[in-house]
């Protein structure tokens, strides 16, 4: 239980005799102007039961609920559909989050066509995007040793449902990489604009300056 008590841990499997530690992330939509926020949560699963720690909750605890009990004869097979819900809702959590992030790389985009100052707007995207590939990468290795270990938890058919959900991590961490690469072309091209403005201000300026000598 010492792990639960240190904040910002890296996103890990730990495995015990008799039960696990996974250490896994949600996020919270920014408002706009506000930097993206990280909700870690704890989780100590054995046989079962099922035990989390957590400073935000990261999750709607009722949605988890309503989830349970629509399928009851899934959680009757143990903790390991218990942990199948709040993964997924973890990292359905990170939907609306990629959503706002990809409306602003439309906006950079459009700003740079319309000759904005966009490099303030591009720092801002590059740390989101940072911060949240820091935990998606990692989750994705520990929900790997989740489906690749035999810790027996987990059911044939939860295993299943935890597959879609680890491929569903891997596009979002896809999707975090394709933002990126979009993020600097955006700057690449928004410096070349601000350097062609330049040279064409300097362009004017010989201009004037050879008319004047010439007098």
Same mark, same amino acid.
């Given at each position: 239980l010492e792990d639960c &008590? &240190? /904040?910002h841990q890296r996103p890990k499997v730990d495995q015990y005799q008799q039960h696990l530690l996974l250490v896994a992330y949600g996020t919270e939509a920014a408002i706009h102007g506000e930097? #993206? *926020?990280? &909700?870690?949560l704890d989780l100590v699963a054995g046989?079962?039961?099922l035990v989390s720690f957590h400073q935000v909750p990261p =999750?709607?605890?009722p949605a988890v609920a309503k989830r349970i009990q629509a399928h009851p004869e899934l959680a009757h097979h143990g903790a390991g559909f !218990? !942990?199948?819900v709040v993964l997924d809702e973890l990292v359905d959590s990170f939907v609306p989050t990629m959503d706002g992030i990809g409306e602003r790389v439309e906006d950079l985009g459009e700003g740079v066509f319309a000759g904005r100052q966009v490099q303030n707007d591009v720092f801002a995207l590059r740390r989101d995007l940072v911060t949240i590939r820091r935990v998606v990468g990692p989750m994705g290795d520990a929900m790997a040793v989740l489906l690749r270990r035999e810790l027996g938890l987990f059911d044939e058919e939860t295993r299943h449902y935890l597959h879609d959900v680890y491929d569903h991590?891997? *596009? =979002? #961490? /896809? #999707?975090?990489e394709a933002f990126q690469d979009l993020a600097a072309g955006a700057l690449e091209a928004n410096l070349t604009v601000v350097s062609n403005k330049v040279n064409e201000v300097a362009r004017t300026l010989t201009a004037y300056a050879a008319i004047f000598a010439a007098l």
């Open positions: &008590h &240190h /904040q930097p #993206t *926020r990280l &909700h870690e046989e079962n039961f =999750i709607d605890a !218990l !942990l199948y991590l891997l *596009r =979002i #961490t /896809q #999707t975090v």
